[in-house]
Nanobody
Framework: QVQLVESGGGLVQAGGSLRLSCAAS????????VGWFRQAPGKEREFVAA????????YYVDFVKGRFTISRDNAKNTVYLQMNSLKPEDTAVYYC??????????????????WGQGTQVTVSS
């Protein structure tokens, strides 16, 4: 069993930065891949980024490449999402999710069993 808690969201102006954290409990967390997803009002939840259990492999959706960076510190049971050059369209609730998944499934929300409660990110223009 893994429990996830996101933090670091907030209100920021366009062009600004935020760093989200996903803190996990459970001894198996270091063996799980972790994904970040987001959901804006009236829209479906969408994939943002993912990282393998080792942290060696990372994956990004095209519209955040070059702006967002996912990383993890397994000693701290924490995964981070550094978000730079934020745009108003990045406004959403951001969720982290964890599970033992193959690379081909990391972008699919339905594949993850463990989810955090979400953290709101609001980017003003």
């Amino acid at each position: 069993q893994v429990q996830l808690v996101e933090s670091g969201g907030g209100l920021v102006q366009a062009g600004g930065s935020l760093r989200l954290s996903c803190a996990a409990s459970g001894r198996t967390f270091s063996s799980y891949a972790v994904g970040w997803f987001r959901q804006a009002p009236g829209k479906e939840r969408e994939f943002v980024a993912a990282i393998s259990w080792s942290g060696i492999r990372t994956y990004y959706v095209d519209f955040v490449k070059g702006r967002f960076t996912i990383s993890r510190d397994n000693a701290k049971n924490t995964v981070y999402l550094q978000m730079n050059s934020l745009k108003p369209e990045d406004t959403a609730v951001y969720y982290c999710a964890a599970d033992s998944l193959p690379e081909s499934s990391l972008s699919r929300a339905g594949g993850y069993d463990y989810w955090g409660q979400g953290t709101q990110v609001t980017v003003s223009s």
